[in-house]
């Protein structure tokens, strides 16, 4: 079970608001984390810091390019899961890739700092703070086991190779 305070953004957070280009030419995961969403909000940092590291949007959250950098940018600056009504699919399968959880269900009563809840692989969303209890779109069991593995690579390293996809 993982818990955390929300971090609440609108619509359409494009994966230049998520990380800037200009900051994507480098293997420095530490300047990714730097710059993480300092376009959109210049608190992003002092947020985490807070206690809020489950991100909350609404439509098509990493839309844009296939920028890849976003989700590790986010999963490194604290993120522990990232909650939308719809994800764009390239940053959805991404961040399933690097073992960042996104989880699909309507977000219009979350407020920032209300307490979630969740469990990797389960069916439902707990706001603990309004008491609200919302129906998450069920991942499919690889993608729960490839996030419980902490990504892809771990996933393919711990089950020997390809063929256990």
């Keep these: 079970m993982t818990e955390s305070k929300a971090l609440v953004y609108g619509d359409?957070?494009?994966?230049?608001?998520?990380?800037?280009?200009?900051y994507t030419k480098t293997l420095n995961v530490q300047d990714l984390v730097d710059h993480c969403m300092e376009d959109l909000d210049p608190e992003f940092h002092s947020r985490i810091a807070d206690g809020c590291r489950i991100l909350?949007?609404?439509?098509?959250?990493?839309?844009?390019?296939?920028?890849?950098?976003?989700?590790?940018?986010?999963?490194?600056?604290g993120i522990v899961c990232?909650?939308?009504?719809?994800?764009?699919?390239?940053?959805?399968?991404?961040?399933?890739?690097?073992g960042l959880p996104i989880l699909?269900?309507?977000?219009?009563?979350?407020?920032?700092?209300?307490?979630?809840?969740?469990?990797?692989?389960?069916?439902?969303?707990r706001d603990l703070t309004s008491g609200d209890v919302m129906q998450v779109q069920p991942l499919p069991e690889l993608m729960v086991r490839i996030l419980n593995a902490g990504g892809?690579?771990?996933?393919?390293?711990?089950n020997g190779g390809f063929g256990t996809l």
């Design 104 to 125: 699909e269900c309507d977000t219009s009563g979350i407020r920032a700092g209300d307490l979630l809840s969740f469990e990797l692989g389960g069916s439902t969303l």
């Design 152 to 158: 892809l690579v771990e996933y393919i390293r711990a």
């Design 12 to 22: 359409d957070v494009n994966t230049d608001l998520i990380i800037a280009g200009k």
């Design 82 to 98: 990232i909650v939308a009504k719809s994800f764009s699919r390239i940053f959805y399968r991404s961040a399933i890739n690097i």
């Design 56 to 77: 909350v949007a609404g439509k098509y959250f990493g839309c844009g390019s296939s920028r890849e950098q976003a989700p590790v940018a986010l999963k490194n600056s």
